[in-house]
């Protein structure tokens, strides 16, 4: 991208948005979940010198810093706000670490009881900083390029808190749900209210767009889904609605299968980022045209390249075009990755090719 040209052209429109306003462009738009991280060595060295995690999601300067790092790189339609979606516990006041190499560590909530170490006028302050760093990335970024805000779904969120960790099952949220229903959703009401906040907070601050990763939405069955997926997103959404009715949200509901198309009916939101197992077929005949597509390519495959990601590549773009749809991955960038591969891969995208 012609980065120079790019800020002094204010009055480009955002490209990232067009699908939002019902256009089918193609070449589409493209930005990769996990776009910042520890696969570009930039990365690295800012996060080595930022303490822990953490305290890097709460610098504004070296939030925005890594932010801005890929988009230099690769000329990305969208910045996706350098955050965690565990910054929203650890705002609340429940303890979270990220221990090197190890994923996430909280002191797990179990009951009812455990509630009353949260504490929902404690999270200002550190929404504050994840504010200051939207605001500084709208000032930064070039024009055209969108800015994505972002949390976790409450369902995910609550996983991780009631986990105490990542896991493989989401068992210890799903017992409690059947165990205290009434208890569980007081907790997802606490997570919509503070997420209502956080996100209200970012596109004030200046997100163009936003996105409810609901990373573990595929291990409940249907009428939980229903439940703790559908109903508290739908609620989330309406709200921001209300407040910032031009505002696109995404949602990321991974492992949805056949339920994604009653996620996008019922939630309310603009759009459905697809994860790697959904079929092209599926989505085409049952998503698109409905709502904006994004997705949906193998993480995998950026880190093998070669043909078989210029292969799938194509084939996505086959399937999905003609429909509002944006390029993504279906799941994040692994650290892995090759930081070539990704320049490869939006070149495969834009189809231009080197
Ligand atoms: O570039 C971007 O996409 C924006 C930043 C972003 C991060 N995490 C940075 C991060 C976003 C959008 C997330 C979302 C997130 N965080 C999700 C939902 C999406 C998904 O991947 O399913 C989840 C479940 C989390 C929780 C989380 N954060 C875990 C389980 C881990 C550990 C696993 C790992 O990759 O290390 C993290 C850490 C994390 N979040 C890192 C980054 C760049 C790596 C930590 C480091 O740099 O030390």
Redesign the pocket.
Known sequence: MNWTSAMVSPAAPRRFLEPFHGKALMPPPVW???????YLPE??AV?AKAGS?LD??YNPALAAE??LQ?VRRYGFDAA???????VVPDALGQRVQ?A??E??RLDPLRSQRDLARLNEDATRPKFALVHETVSRLRQELPHDTALIG?C?APW?VAT?MVGGQ?SSDQSDARQWAYSDPEGFQRLIDILVDVSIEYLSGQVKAGADAL?I?D??AGSLPDDQFRRWVVAPTKRLVAALKAEHPRVPVIG?P?GAGVLAPAYAMETGVDGVSCDTAMPLAFISSQLSGKTVVQGNLDPLLLVTGGHALERRVAEIKAALAGNPFIFNLG?????ETPPENVGRLVDLVRGSHR
Do not use: N
């Open positions: 990769l979940m996990r776009q910042a991280g520890r990365y690295r996060r995690f890097l999601c890594v932010t890929p996706i706000l350098f955050s965690d979606i565990l990220f090197e190499g994923g996430p972002f976790g995910t991780y990542g996105q990763f990373s573990w990321f991974r799941h994040g960038i692994v650290p």
